[in-house]
């Protein structure tokens, strides 16, 4: 299928309260300007230096969100332009982007990544951590980021009731929240395989990348 087929089926489905991004990691530069010609703006990556170099590269109007997980050493790689990071799992990590946001004179927007999933290795942070991360985000503490809501990965299963779950309890948690910090009004859940299941459990923002773009290839490109 050819991306515009399926760029307009996504769309379709996607209500439009929920905002596309686009995930290009490993595609080219041409295969994103391909999208942004179907009038894609919203773009997600997962690596530092390859989101800094489409970025010098495309047009100045893409939204860029940093949707993997991130080294501190890494964040000042796109400190200057980024439009949202997903995947805040640390707090050292969000000192950092503090530290390098106000080196631009900018506030950089960003989501607390929680771990839903049952496997160990998916990044985030726990019940616990996240209520300590919050807590001093309230205090003050991080003048120059805004964050503006939650990030999950579900479980990759074929149990739609698991993944549901998962979503589902990641709502529950958006929702508590959202009372105590003003502008928290993004949940960041779905992917490719499972956007439908997320929307249905009230997702505002969905990464998907093959649906889109079709298989990646990660045969170039790994030297990040
Ligand atoms: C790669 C990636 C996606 C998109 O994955 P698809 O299955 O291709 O849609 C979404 N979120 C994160 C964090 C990713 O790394």
């Not at 631009?104 to 209520?131: M, N, P, W, Y």
């Not at 990030?151 to 299963?157: E, I, P, Q, S, V």
Request: with cysteine; proline share 3%.
């Amino acid at each position: 299928m050819e991306m515009k087929q399926r760029l307009e089926s996504l769309r379709k489905q996607i209500p439009e309260n929920v905002t596309l991004v686009a995930v290009s990691k490993t595609h080219p530069p041409e295969r994103i300007m391909q999208a942004y010609q179907l009038g894609q703006r919203v773009f997600g990556e997962n690596k530092a230096q390859e989101l800094s170099r489409k970025y010098e590269e495309l047009p100045k109007d893409i939204e860029w969100h940093m949707i993997g997980h991130l080294q501190r050493n890494k964040v000042k790689y796109i400190a200057s332009f980024v439009d949202l990071i997903h995947s805040v799992d640390s707090e050292r990590l969000l000192v950092e982007i503090n530290k390098q946001a106000g080196r631009f004179d900018r506030t950089i927007d960003c989501l607390f990544q929680v771990h839903i999933a049952e496997e160990e290795t998916k990044f985030g942070l726990d019940a616990t951590e996240l209520s300590g991360i919050l807590e001093s985000y309230r205090m003050g503490k991080y003048p120059s980021v805004r964050i503006r809501g939650l990030m999950g990965m579900a479980t990759l299963t074929e149990d739609t009731s698991k993944v549901t779950g998962e979503f589902a309890g990641l709502h529950e948690r958006f929702d508590s929240i959202r009372a105590t910090i003003p502008g928290f009004d993004i949940l960041s859940m779905g992917m490719s395989g499972d956007y439908m299941l997320a929307i249905q459990q009230g997702s505002t923002m969905v990464r998907v990348g093959s649906a889109v773009f079709g298989p990646r290839s990660y045969s170039t490109n790994q030297e990040e």
